[in-house]
């Protein structure tokens, strides 16, 4: 069972226990927990501390986990597996 959590240092850790390969890149976006909590509950403190730097640099970031994860994905679907 997969638990619910916007907790991203949580997600890391157990993403990271399965797919060590991307541990190192998701404990980068942790960063981004409270602004993740703030944005979905907006009745929680507003400042969520994330700057615009922080922003951008989890932008380019997603974008290399994205990368990451389409090259694991891919090699999965062929029979690759994911060593």
């Given amino acids: ?20 390969e991307v541990s190192t890149d998701m404990q980068r976006l942790v960063v981004l927990s409270p602004w993740a909590e ?3 509950y907006p009745q929680l403190d507003s400042d969520a501390g994330v700057s615009d730097e922080d922003v951008r640099q989890a932008i380019a970031d997603l974008e290399k986990l ?5 090259t694991l994905a891919a090699r999965l679907t ?3 597996g994911m060593s």
């Avoid at 994205?66 to 389409?70: C, G, L, P, T």
């Fill in 66 to 70: 994205s990368e990451k994860a389409s």
């Fill in 78 to 80: 062929s029979g690759g």
């Fill in 38 to 40: 703030v944005t979905r």
């Fill in 1 to 20: 069972m997969v638990p619910r959590t916007h907790d991203l240092e949580r997600l890391a850790h157990l993403l990271g226990t399965r797919v060590p």
